[in-house]
């Protein structure tokens, strides 16, 4: 299967961040509401990294370069939860 | 120096330039990602500082997603461009995202200007002050990236050799992604929660 054009994907972006406005102003509840709008913004995000960034064409370790610092960030969000969120 | 690209080359399969560049994206992940985590927690720990989010013109912020979305759009194909060693093309799709990236920097000010007319200045509360922290250090990513992009247009007109162009574009490129990827995310986490 030929890989979507530039075009394809930019088009998707508008879409989805069209989708996620549009979401945030909806009458969801606030906790849907933000959950659908940051699964919007992963999305987008994706498609960037994967075919602007061409990450799917890219080895191993470039995938390991990317992803070590995504699990160093979550490491260090977990160990601030105590102090930021426990502590009221 | 072509020794280190030598073992940059032979051990990872990967050009040094590129290893460079996605190493130095791993740092700035962490720089964003360290401020964006504290941030979220400390919004959810204070109740969500819906209040003052609400002063945010989310209309403005949409444009300018829209505006860093076309310019990763433009990037891309002045990448694809130099691939296929169309000088115009190439210079002219550079242009574009320098263009989109400075209307990006004007919408900004815009925004700025006009939060700080109405009295909200980075003192004026935790929100505030994450609000100006976060956008500020990603506007001056912005204007790093504009700047990077300048030279190489100028470097792409003067007829620099294609071997340096594709890799500079291919560089700067992945670097200008990762700014609106940065912005992706903030957008919903600031103006949109």
Known sequence: MAAPSHTTIWTWLLALLAAGVAAAAAPFGRALAIGLVLVIALIKAVLVVRHYMHLKREPLIIYAIAAAPLLLVLVLAMALVPDLVWRR | ?193
């Not at chain 2, 190439?90 to 242009?95: G, K």
Request: glycine letters at 12%; a neutral charge; charged letters at 10%.
């Open chain 2, 1 to 193: 120096m072509n020794g280190l690209n030598a073992i940059a080359g032979e051990t990872s399969g990967v050009p040094s330039g590129k290893l460079g560049i996605w190493w130095f994206l791993a740092s700035e992940t962490m720089t964003f990602g360290g401020l964006l985590g504290v941030f979220v927690l400390t919004r959810y720990a204070a109740g969500g500082w819906h209040d003052a989010s609400e002063h945010l013109h989310v209309w403005m912020a949409a444009c300018n997603t829209l505006i860093l979305l076309t310019s990763s759009f433009t990037m891309a194909r002045a990448h694809a461009a130099a691939l296929r060693h169309e000088r115009r093309a190439t210079l002219h799709n550079l242009l574009a995202t320098i263009g989109l990236g400075l209307l990006f920097l004007g919408i900004k000010a815009l925004e700025y200007a006009s939060e700080l007319r109405a009295g909200f200045t980075p003192h004026s509360g935790p929100f505030w002050g994450f609000y100006y922290g976060l956008t500020g250090l990603h506007a001056a990513h912005v204007l790093g990236g504009l700047i990077a992009l300048a030279v190489l247009a100028v470097a792409t007109a003067r007829g620099q050799s294609w071997d340096l162009v594709e890799r500079r574009v291919e560089s700067t490129g992945l670097y200008w992604h990762f700014v609106d990827v940065v912005w992706i995310f903030l957008f919903p986490l600031v103006y949109l929660s």
